[in-house]
């Protein structure tokens, strides 16, 4: 690691505990019930399950989940969204509001990314949650941790990964629901509670709860221990977990849980449904990629019941130096979907799964930017096919191209202005 990079580090927890100083009080003074979701992919979709179940009695940190963005979500604020200026206000804003700011709520559910070493530890030792939702675990935003590994810390990624996101467990005080499938998610977890590091309960969960799993274009149903879930949108089998997760903690807080999720509405890039040109039906999985959620949407394409179904894969960022090794992995993946065709945009796949799936014998292109991507599928398409779209390079554009209703943009990903600016950039207008 650089000195800068060492320097800008250290500064991010000088400026984040500055702000949590400040945010305490109304922390202190607000004295809500917190339930901490975590985990590699799937957060976001838990927040929105539980906000559907507890509604109104509950507060959600939606778009924070930062050691800054949970510290001005507790005083009513939002983070940077625009202007660097906005900084200076903060600094002021945060400890004038801290001053009298309570919101009322019963429960705080809020969502930590743990994205970077040690921030996991830092939200956990101050807000020490009553339950913890540990969803998932894989090798998200990877490069943030090789230095953990390279000067020694930890003796690999996958350790030094999991480390990090069990530092919630360790501070939770009541309930800890884990995916029992995963071997590192149970042995950091049976090892807190070994040295007494928890008093709280370990509750693992299984996949294995799922009794029957169904998914088209449109709309997708579970069955969980005797409970159907219905969704109007396309969604992946792997979230069994959380709707298992979800039940069990409905029966903690003894609340009636609700399997009817017609109505919920799930933020931008994660499965979305559209209706697109020519009778073309589009599924939009483009807010983020890496591996872990990779397989969950291939894994839903392979279910899913259409005819013509064609993929298109962005590259998957922030993997640093296994970015060969995971993108070669996601070409098995993709074989497995058993797409009609395959569409790969971005260097990295071209470079590193394109081969592999030549050798798969797998029918795919390989370009190196969107507007590409765009050219061929107005070229090839018949109006038959269902598109999924994962990955990174910009994807939102193209789907943007593709919809039948204009209005329909405003539900994509990456709408804030530095975004488009960044698409402005690439040309891509």
Known sequence: MTLTAKLKKRFYFIAAAYFRFFANFAFKRWNPRVIAITGSVGKTTMLHLVEAELGKEAHYSHDANSAFGIAFDLVGLRGITGSKLRWFYLIVAVPIRSIFYKRTEKYYMVEIDGERPHETEF?????????????????????????QVKDGTFENLDKAITHEFAMLPQYTRKKIFIDGDIPLMVKSTEKIKKKNLTKAEIVACYKSDLAAYSVYPNHADFV??????????????????????????????????KTDFSEIEMPPGRNSYFEGKNGLKIIDSSYNAHLISMESILGMAKSLHARHKWLVIGDMVEQGSIEKEEHKKLADLIAEAGPEQVILVGRRTKK????KLKELGTNYIAVDDPKSALMYIEKHVTGKETIIFKGSQYLEWVIEKLLKNPEDTKRLPRREPAAEKRREKRGLE
Request: no cysteine; net charge positive.
């Open 123 to 147: 939200l956990a030792k101050w807000l020490r949650p009553e339950v913890t939702i540990w969803i998932s675990l894989g090798r998200s935003h990877a490069v943030q941790f090789e230095g």
């Open 352 to 355: 590193y799964t394109a081969p």
């Open 224 to 257: 969980v221990n005797g409970n159907t879930f219905h969704f109007e949108e396309p969604m992946p089998k792997d979230i069994a977990i959380q709707l298992v997760m979800l039940e069990k903690l409905s029966k903690y807080l003894r609340i009636p849980l």
